[in-house]
Nanobody, 121 residues
């Protein structure tokens, strides 16, 4: 069974930072894409960062410069570092995995339950 478990969500002030983690287990493919999506109330789920098994990354243009995705393959964990947080970053953040290289497209098969980030002034 494939499981993705996110952690690291927090309530932070404007300008602060968070580092989200996603532990992946049971994923049987050596070629894959891992991504972070986010969703707010009444909004579509938005892909913001992705990394593939070769280490190539994609970052949503609107968060470029504030957001970094990385992975620790020895721990089957993917990270999302977000800096200079703004109120509009308040969302639930989801981790996703697929053997196809979907990058920021939403057609992922496996999803975590999400972790909440709240940014206040």
């Amino acid at each position: 069974e494939v499981r993705l478990v996110e952690s690291g969500g927090a309530s932070v002030q404007v300008g602060g930072s968070v580092r989200l983690s996603c532990a992946v287990s049971g994923f049987p493919y050596s070629r894959y894409c891992l991504a972070w999506f986010r969703q707010g109330p009444g909004k579509e789920r938005e892909g913001i960062a992705a990394i593939d098994s070769g280490g190539d990354t994609r970052i949503l243009h609107s968060v470029r410069g504030r957001c970094t995705i990385s992975q620790d393959t020895s721990k089957n964990t993917v990270f999302l570092q977000m800096n200079d947080l703004k109120p509009e970053d308040t969302r639930v953040y989801y981790c996703a995995a697929n053997r196809r290289l979907y990058y920021l497209l939403p057609q992922y098969t496996y999803w975590g339950q999400g972790t909440r980030v709240s940014v206040s002034a």
